[in-house]
């Protein structure tokens, strides 16, 4: 056998245990990691001296004076810091290898005849190289959300955990994404008034469809929504999944909220919500979560005009349960910024006329928050008792840019920080002179 045909099998072989690998789920074990500066995740603030334990793939008990079990494989955390994984509350990763090749883009369906019924769980890639990234950040989980092709319903958004393995659903079809304010307004016409008509005769004819599937003629002249797309958005209706509405302005925000007096049983999530702040004592009387960007302090848009960065602060002072994720670009892909969004919530407590966040409500925001706001903080996001087993190690404060994990466990099973940007770092990193250029290797 030649030398080039020996190293194609070799590649082959290689490969066909990565595959076999990423199929086989690992075995969680129980864990003691001791002496850590720990963070529950709930909002309050670290604990010196901390444990926390996992059996099972769940959390046991966290928190000082923690037992550390019989038998159990203890890790020492001593001067490191020790928190729960964190939630992406909003992005795209999965869905989008490289999002100006379209080919690897799966975030819109700019010429699909559906709409509310496209589901994006089954397109989204465990093998893409973003979420290997973003777990090396610390990031445990996600809420993937689609974009708008054809109409101011995108579909139905998923919550993904971000282990190396193929099945990464934590939970499909969790809400519908719907687009108000600019885009929504173009999807349907052109303004505002014709955006919210059509918002409003949308979900009347999903209501439609519900009392009577067999009646409803998604052919008709008057229909906006056909069969398919109305069966979809029945469980909105009637409050079955959460509508996560995207609004940045002050009137859109107000827009949604108004729809609950036409249509009680709406479960309102708000994404974007720039201009929160200026009717934040309305959205938490509302008792909806937001989902939010930390860094807009620019009038980027018109709907933007009032951004601040004291937006989040603003909101969580006022009551309302305020989540940060990837709502300004790179949504696919830089969903390692969440600390420095919360690490720069903590920084404008220092900044005279700001409003910002303890170090504990940061860190909130960006795990336990996003949890809540998708009716999944029973299972993930914080350390409390009989929560998936998501945590990170860090090597100092996760709020700093300057720390980083240095492990990281998904449902109790321990993740390899290693993705190809470590690996092609750690290969030209010192690279002999002559060995350049040379093939990247799996």
């Known amino acids: 056998m030649s030398g080039t045909a020996s190293l194609r099998r070799s590649k082959r072989a290689g490969l066909a245990l990565l595959a076999l690998a990423l199929s086989t789920p690992a075995l969680a074990q129980s864990i003691a990691i001791t002496n850590a500066t720990l963070a529950i995740g709930d909002g309050s603030e670290p604990i010196r001296g901390g444990t926390v334990v996992i059996s099972a793939g769940k959390v046991v008990a966290a928190g000082a004076g923690v037992a550390v079990p019989a038998g159990a494989k203890t890790v020492d955390a001593a001067g490191k810091w020790v928190t729960p994984g964190l939630v992406s509350g909003f992005s795209r990763v999965g869905l989008a290898e490289v999002p100006a090749v379209r080919e690897t883009n799966d975030t819109r369906a700019a010429r699909s005849p559906f709409s509310a019924a496209i589901d994006v769980a089954p397109a989204i890639n465990p093998l893409a190289n973003p979420i290997a990234i973003s777990r090396t950040a610390g990031i445990t989980r996600a809420v993937v959300a689609p974009a708008a092709g054809t109409s101011i319903f995108a579909g139905q958004g998923a919550v993904i955990d971000l282990g190396a393995d193929m099945n990464p659903i934590t ?53 906006l929504l056909n069969r398919v797309d109305a069966e979809a958005l029945v469980p909105v209706v009637t409050g079955a999944i959460p509508l996560m509405i995207h609004a940045e302005s002050a009137r859109d925000i107000l827009a949604a909220l108004a729809l609950r007096q036409e249509f009680p049983a709406l479960k309102l999530i708000l994404a974007g919500a720039t201009e929160g702040w200026m009717v934040a004592s309305q959205i938490a009387a509302a008792k909806v979560p937001v989902i939010t960007a930390g860094l807009e302090d620019l009038p980027s848009s018109f709907e933007k005009l009032a951004a601040t960065q004291s937006n989040v602060g603003r909101m969580v002072k006022a009551g309302v349960g305020v989540s940060m994720g990837m709502l300004t670009g790179d949504d696919a892909l830089q969903l390692r910024v969440a600390t420095q969004q919360a690490g720069n919530m903590v ?4 900044v005279p006329g700001a409003t910002g966040l303890s170090w504990g409500q940061a860190l909130r925001t960006i795990t336990s928050a996003p949890a809540e706001a998708m009716g999944l903080g029973d299972r993930i996001g914080s350390l409390q008792p009989g929560r998936a087993g998501d945590v990170v190690i860090w090597d100092g404060d996760p709020l700093e840019m300057t720390s980083a994990p240095i492990g990281v466990w998904i449902d109790g099973v321990e993740q390899s920080l290693d993705n190809r940007q470590t690996r092609l770092r750690d290969r030209y990193a010192n690279p002999a002179e002559g060995a350049l250029p040379k093939a990247y290797e799996w």
């Open 347 to 350: 920084a404008l407590t220092k």
């Open 171 to 223: 939970r499909a079809r969790a809400f519908q994404y719907v687009e108000m304010g600019e885009e929504g307004s173009a999807e349907a016409g052109g303004s505002r008034a014709a955006m919210i008509l059509t918002f409003r005769m949308m979900l009347k004819q999903a209501q439609d469809y519900a009392k009577a599937p067999a009646a409803y003629d998604g052919n008709s002249r008057d229909a």
